[in-house]
C-alpha cells in the first residue's frame, strides 16, 4: 500500500476534521490520485479489483438525511481503467508526442542520408525502434501505476465510508441521551412538584432549546456536506469516464503504431539481409576477378620463361661447335669480365649487408615504438584508475543512499577496469609475440644471407670451371657472340615491354582497389559525425526532459502555494484539526518533490547508459569495417603494399581511433572505449608491419635475379 493510504480498523486519518465530511473525503481521493506512487508489488494489485467495487457498493450506509438509494453507482468499465492527469506520471507521452517524434527523426535520417538502403540508414531505424519500444515499457509502467492508484482509491472510499458509519452511529447515540435527559427532568416535575422543580425544568429547557438549535445547525452541516459529497462523486465519474475513453483511443493508437513499426522492422531486416548478399556476391566476384588476372600474369610469365630457356638450350647447343675457334681470343675478355663479376658480387654482398642493417635498425626503431605506445598505454590505464578511484570516492556516500543500484554500477566499473587491465596485458603480450617475430624474421634473413654466400661461392667454382672450358672456345664464340648479343637484347626489350604492360594493368586494377578502400574511411568519418549528431540530439532531449520536470515541480510549488492560501483561509473555522491537515499534506508535497528530483536523477542516468551502450554500439560497427578494410588490403597482396602503401598508411594514420573525454561537468567524465582502440590499433599496425617485413626480402630478390640475368 502507498503512503497515504488508510487504514479501515484503524483511527481516522488526520486530514479529516470532523468524520464524515464530504469535503474532506473528495480532497483525501484527489490527494491519493495525485501522489500514490508505485509500490513494487503492483501485479497482485489487479486482482482484487471486482472485490473491492461490491464491498464498496455494499458498505455505503444512509448518512444522516440521505437514503440508501442515494449511492453513487461505480461501474467496473468507469473504475477498472488507470487515471491519466496528474503531477504523479511526468513520464506519460501521447500518440502525438510519439508521432511527432516519428516524423522529426524520419525527416532527418531522410536528410542526413540519402541513400535509403545504407546500413546507416537501418541502424538508425533500429536505435529508434529501440527509443518506441522503451517509450511503450514507460506507458505500460504507467497504466500500472494508474491501476494502482485506483486500487488505493478504491480503498480509501471504503475506509471513508467506514467512517461515516462510525459518526452516524455516534449521533444515534447523541441523539438518544439527549432524549433520555430530555425526558428525565419531566418525571421528576410530575412526581414532586416544587420551587426548585420548577426551576430546574426552566434550565433544562433552556438547555433543551440549545441543543435542539445545535442539533438543526448540525443537521444543516450534514445536508450541505450531502450535497457537496455528491457533486464530487458525479464529478469524478463523469472524469473517469473520460478517461477511460482516452485510454481506449490511445491504446488503438498504440497497437496501430505497434503493428506498423513490426512491419518496418520485418521490411528493414529483408533489405539488410539482401544488401549483405549483394555486399557478399561483390567481394566474391572480385576476389574471383583478382585471382583469375594474377593466374593469367602468372602463365603468361612462366610461358614467356619457359620459351626463352629453350631458346638459350638450342643457341648454347650451336655455339658449341664454333666455341673452340673463338676461345683464345675470348680468354681475356672472360678474365675481365670475371674480375667485373667478382666486383659485382662484392658490392651485392656490401647491398646485402647494409640493407640488413637497415632492416635491423627499422626492427630496432619499431620496437622502441612498441615500447613507447606499451609505456603510453600503460600511462593511460594508471590515468583512467585515478581519474576512477577519484570518481568513486566522491559518489561514495551517494552509492550507499542509494543502495543496490550504485552497487551494481559500481560491480560494471570494476568489471569494465578489469577488462581494461585484461585488454592492456593482451596488448603487452601482442607486442611481446611481434618481438619474438621479428627476431625470427631477422634470423631468417641471416640464414638466407648465408645461403646466398654459399651460392655465390658455388657459382665462383662455377666459373672457374667454364674458364678452364670457355679457354678452348674463345676463337668460336668471338665470332658469334655480336649475333647472341644483338638477340638478347631483342627478346629483353619484348620482356621488358610485357612486364610494363603486365604492371600497368595491376596498376589500373589496383587503383580501383585503393579508391574503394580510400571511400571506407570517409564512411567511417560520416559514422563518427552521425554519432557526435545523435549525442548532441540526446542532449537536447535530456535537457528538455529537465525543463520539463522543472516546470512539473514549479506547479507543484504552485500548488503548495494554494494550499497556504487555503489554510490561511480555513483559520477562521476549526483552527486545529484543518491546520493539521494542512501541514500533513503540505508533508505529502514536500515528499512528491523529493521524489520528482529522484526521478529526474534516475532519468539522467538511464539516458546516459543508453548513450554509453549506443556508443559502445557504433564503436564495435567501426572496427568490424576497419577490420574488412585490412582483409581486403590483406587479399590484395603485395602488390598493393608496393604500389600505394603510403597511401593507406597515411589514411589509416589520418583516421581518429579515439574518442575525446567528455568534460568534468558531465555524468559520465571517463574515457571508456580508448583502451580497447588503442589495443585494435597496436593489432592494425603490427599486422601491417609484417606484411611489410615480408615484401622487402621478395622485391631483393626479384632485383637479384634481374642482375644476375643480366
Known amino acids: 500500500m502507498p503512503a497515504l493510504a488508510l487504514d479501515a480498523r484503524g483511527p481516522s486519518p488526520p ?97 542526413s542520408i540519402p541513400e535509403r538502403d545504407s546500413p546507416k540508414h537501418w541502424t538508425q531505424l533500429e536505435q529508434w525502434v529501440a527509443d518506441l519500444q522503451a517509450e511503450v515499457a514507460s506507458l505500460r509502467g504507467h497504466k500500472d501505476r494508474c491501476e494502482r492508484a485506483m486500487l488505493s482509491l478504491l480503498r480509501e472510499m471504503l475506509q471513508l465510508r467506514t467512517c461515516m458509519q462510525l459518526q452516524d452511529a455516534e449521533l444515534k447515540r447523541l441523539q438518544q441521551d439527549l432524549r433520555q435527559a430530555a425526558w428525565a427532568p419531566e418525571k421528576e416535575a410530575l412526581e414532586f412538584p416544587s420551587p426548585e422543580n ?67 522492422q520485418e521490411d528493414a531486416s529483408q533489405r539488410m539481409d539482401r544488401e549483405v548478399a549483394k555486399m557478399q556476391a561483390q567481394v566474391t566476384k572480385l576476389g574471383e576477378e583478382m585471382s583469375l588476372r594474377f593466374l593469367k600474369r602468372e602463365a603468361k610469365l612462366c610461358g614467356f620463361l619457359q620459351k626463352s630457356f629453350l631458346a638459350l638450350e638450342k643457341r648454347m647447343k650451336a655455339s658449341e661447335s664454333t666455341r673452340l675457334k673463338a676461345e683464345s681470343s675470348l680468354r681475356g675478355e672472360l678474365e675481365s669480365r670475371w674480375q667485373r663479376l667478382q666486383e659485382r658480387a662484392e658490392e ?64 560494471e566499473l570494476a568489471a569494465f577496469l578489469q577488462e581494461s587491465l585484461e585488454a592492456g596485458q593482451l596488448a603487452q603480450q601482442e607486442a611481446h609475440s611481434t618481438l619474438e617475430l621479428l627476431q625470427e624474421k631477422s634470423q631468417a634473413l641471416e640464414v638466407s644471407l648465408a645461403e646466398l654466400g654459399k651460392q655465390v661461392k658455388d657459382l665462383s667454382d662455377h ?64 559514422i563518427s559525425d552521425k554519432c557526435i549528431l545523435h549525442k548532441s540530439d540526446s542532449d537536447l532531449k535530456i535537457s528538455a526532459e529537465g ?39 503540505l508533508a505529502t508535497f514536500q515528499n512528491q ?82 583502451v580497447y582502440q588503442a589495443v585494435r590499433w597496436l593489432q592494425w599496425k603490427a599486422a601491417l608491419m609484417n606484411l611489410g617485413v615480408q615484401r622487402r626480402p621478395r622485391a631483393f630478390l626479384e632485383k637479384s635475379f634481374h642482375q644476375e640475368a643480366a
Request: charged content about 25%; aromatic content about 4%.
Open 15 to 111: 486530514g479529516c476534521p470532523a468524520l464524515g465530511s464530504p469535503r474532506c473525503e473528495a480532497q483525501g481521493l484527489w490527494a491519493v490520485a495525485e501522489a500514490v506512487p508505485a509500490p513494487p508489488g503492483a501485479s497482485t494489485l489487479h486482482q482484487p479489483r471486482s472485490h473491492l467495487l461490491a464491498e464498496l457498493a455494499a458498505s455505503k450506509p444512509s448518512l444522516g438525511a440521505s437514503p440508501p438509494s442515494q449511492t453513487s453507482t461505480i461501474t467496473l468499465g468507469d473504475l477498472g481503467l488507470p487515471l491519466e492527469e496528474g503531477p504523479a506520471s511526468p513520464e506519460l507521452l501521447s500518440l502525438e508526442e510519439i508521432s511527432e517524434r516519428y516524423e522529426s527523426s524520419h525527416l532527418a535520417s531522410t536528410v
Open 198 to 264: 420548577q426551576n430546574q425544568m426552566q434550565v433544562l429547557d433552556k438547555r433543551l432549546v440549545e441543543v435542539r438549535e445545535a442539533l438543526t445547525q448540525i443537521r444543516r452541516k450534514q445536508a450541505l456536506q450531502d450535497s457537496e459529497r455528491k457533486d464530487t462523486e458525479q464529478e469524478a465519474n463523469l472524469r473517469l469516464a473520460e478517461l477511460a475513453g482516452k485510454l481506449e483511443q490511445e491504446g488503438q493508437f498504440r497497437e496501430a503504431a505497434c503493428s506498423a513499426l513490426q512491419k518496418s
Open 348 to 411: 651485392c654482398m656490401q647491398a646485402l649487408q647494409g640493407q640488413h642493417e637497415q632492416e635491423e635498425f627499422r626492427l630496432l626503431e619499431q620496437c622502441r615504438g612498441l615500447d613507447q605506445a606499451m609505456i603510453q598505454l600503460t600511462k593511460f590505464v594508471r590515468q583512467n584508475q585515478v581519474s576512477l578511484n577519484r570518481i568513486l570516492l566522491a559518489k561514495q556516500k551517494a552509492w550507499d543512499s542509494k543502495g543496490h543500484l550504485e552497487e551494481s554500477q559500481a560491480r
Open 463 to 526: 666459373f672457374v670451371a667454364l674458364s678452364w672450358r670457355l679457354d678452348l672456345q674463345e676463337q668460336m664464340l668471338s665470332l658469334r657472340l655480336s649475333e647472341a648479343q644483338r638477340k638478347w637484347e631483342g627478346s629483353e626489350q619484348k620482356s621488358l615491354e610485357g612486364l610494363a604492360q603486365s604492371q600497368k594493368e595491376a596498376e589500373a586494377s589496383l587503383r580501383e582497389v585503393r579508391e574503394r578502400v580510400d571511400s571506407l574511411p570517409q564512411q567511417i568519418e560520416a
Open 547 to 585: 525543463r520539463a520536470r522543472e516546470l512539473e515541480v514549479g506547479a507543484v510549488r504552485q500548488e503548495l502555494a494554494t494550499l497556504l492560501s487555503s489554510m490561511q483561509l480555513l483559520r477562521e473555522g476549526n483552527p486545529g484539526r484543518k491546520i493539521a491537515e494542512i501541514q500533513g499534506k
Open 593 to 674: 518533490i523529493m521524489k520528482l528530483e529522484n526521478s529526474m536523477q534516475d532519468n539522467k542516468t538511464i539516458q546516459n547508459l543508453k548513450f554509453n551502450t549506443e556508443t559502445k554500439l557504433r564503436m564495435e560497427e567501426t572496427a568490424s569495417l576497419r577490420e574488412s578494410i585490412m582483409r581486403l588490403q590483406s587479399e590484395e597482396g603485395p602488390w598493393a603494399l608496393r604500389l600505394g602503401s603510403r597511401r593507406v598508411l597515411m589514411s589509416l594514420g589520418k583516421q581518429q581511433f579515439f574518442i575525446k573525454d567528455a568534460a568534468p561537468g558531465e555524468v559520465v567524465p571517463v574515457n571508456r572505449w580508448g
